[in-house]
């Protein structure tokens, strides 16, 4: 019944910025939390992000003082506001969310290239 939308992903050039959105689209019930987890070629998929329905935040050391990650209740939708982007940031990017039941949802992913 329900699933995650994402947007937002491209290509920029190092220094540039991106805004990556997911909207928790149908019925997902109470959504714990709610972030972004990326996967670069050849690597493991690792956390980038994420926000408590209290609004406790988390980052990943590579990423603090560059990225922020925001939300909107209202609308079910997180905001993953990317600056200053390197070349390392290449991945692509999942949303997930933690619902109720201990259930997971996953969006299909979002290509980020930074790249000159």
């Known amino acids: 019944q329900g699933q995650l939308v994402e947007s937002g992903g491209g290509l920029v050039q190092p220094g540039g910025s991106l805004r990556l959105s997911c909207a928790a689209s149908?019925?997902?019930?109470?959504?714990?939390?709610m972030g972004w987890y990326r996967q670069a070629p050849g690597k493991q998929r690792e956390l980038v992000s994420t926000i408590t329905r209290g609004g406790a935040t988390n980052y990943a050391d590579s990423v603090k003082g560059r990225f922020t990650l925001s939300r909107d209740s209202a609308k079910n939708t997180v905001y993953l506001q990317m600056n200053s982007l390197k070349p390392e940031d290449t991945a692509v990017y999942y949303c997930k969310a933690l619902a109720a039941g201990r259930r997971d949802y996953w969006g299909p992913g979002t290509q980020v290239t930074v790249s000159s």
């Open positions: 149908g019925i997902i019930f109470r959504i714990y939390e």
